[in-house]
């Protein structure tokens, strides 16, 4: 290798190392990153906001970089007994951002340190919070009025509602305050805290269906028990409806066959008056005709006033 080659080549690796020593002193703090820097695993200095391009010792210190941002913490549902031992699952999420990131990095190192932190934190503040308050004031947030429908009035739910005087939304916030107190101790600062879901224990939710089943039966049972009375109401109006108008008709129609009668026997009376004899003669025909036959036998005497035409035809 020449001389002139050999100077190349030095010249190439002294540029690369100044390179690589110059990229590792630098570093870039963006709009959403804060950073503290470490010598030997110890920070050096406070933390570095500004956005922009900062220079460090390569190689013996190094950039630790963290969010500025808001961050989500979302929490197990833990199992909690209420005031009034009502046992219940409790789900809640809060929101949280490192305030501090020299005593974030001291206490809890990262970001996972810190869910743990707050886990068992929020965790606990909110079991002791939720202890000391009813169900009732943990369901509700007010004390708005329920719409009252006919299966509320039923069950008389309404009335049995006691008012709250504290509600979720403020037990929220007490849970808030208790756990701001604790997390500037690691460099965090809550935003809010809020109660996600709430639900009862397994036990305890078979047992409110069954209430609840039993309850709509109930119900179901008193609209059979309604529609069984009126369904009964109306087939009694149905016969004496039914009687009246068979009543109705008879009378009508006895009115009508007495009427009817009536002028057959006017008829009759005018036609008798017109030939007594006459008369006596047809109607007596029609008594042979509905009681002779071939087979019909008459024991009468010989005077008999049945046999009055029967003899005069004789003759």
Do not use: C
Not at 29 to 53: C, H, M, R, W, Y
Not at 210 to 216: G, P
């Amino acid at each position: 290798m020449s001389r002139a080659t050999r100077n190349i080549v030095i010249v190439a690796g002294a540029f690369f190392i100044f390179l690589i020593i110059l990229l590792s002193s630098l570093y870039t703090v963006s709009e959403t990153n804060q950073v503290i820097i470490t010598q030997f695993g110890e920070p050096k200095g406070d933390a570095v906001t500004k956005p922009g391009l900062h220079m460090k010792v390569p190689f013996i210190q190094q950039a630790h970089f963290f969010e500025k941002r808001w961050l989500e913490w979302d929490g197990d549902a833990n199992q909690i007994p209420t005031k009034d031992k009502k046992y219940i699952w409790v789900d809640t999420y809060a929101r949280w951002r490192i305030s501090n990131p020299l005593v974030f990095y001291q206490r809890v190192r990262d970001e996972r340190g810190a869910q743990s932190r707050i886990d068992d934190i929020i965790d606990g503040v909110t079991r002791n919070v939720i202890a000391n308050f009813d169900l009732i004031e943990i369901v509700r947030s007010s004390n708005r009025e329920f719409e009252i429908t006919e299966e509320i009035a039923i069950l008389d739910i309404a009335e049995a509602i006691p008012e709250i005087e504290t509600g979720r939304e403020k037990i929220a916030q007490i849970i808030l305050e208790r756990t701001s107190l604790i997390t500037p101790e690691f460099g965090v600062e809550l935003k809010d805290i809020k109660i996600k879901g709430i639900n009862y224990v397994e036990e305890v939710q078979r047992k409110v269906f069954d209430r609840m089943i039993a309850e709509r039966k109930r119900i179901a049972s008193k609209y059979r028990s309604e529609g069984d009375g009126k369904s009964a109401e109306i087939r009694g109006q149905k016969e004496r409806e039914l009687k009246k108008i068979q009543s109705e008709a008879y009378r009508t129609a006895q009115e009508i066959k007495g009427k009817a009668d009536a002028e057959a026997t006017k008829i009759y009376a005018r036609a008798y008056n017109l030939d007594p004899e006459f008369y006596q003669f047809t109607k007596t025909l029609d008594t042979y005709r509905a009681i002779f036959d071939k087979e019909t036998l008459l024991l009468l005497s010989t005077d008999a006033e049945f046999l009055k035409y029967l003899k005069s035809s004789r003759k």
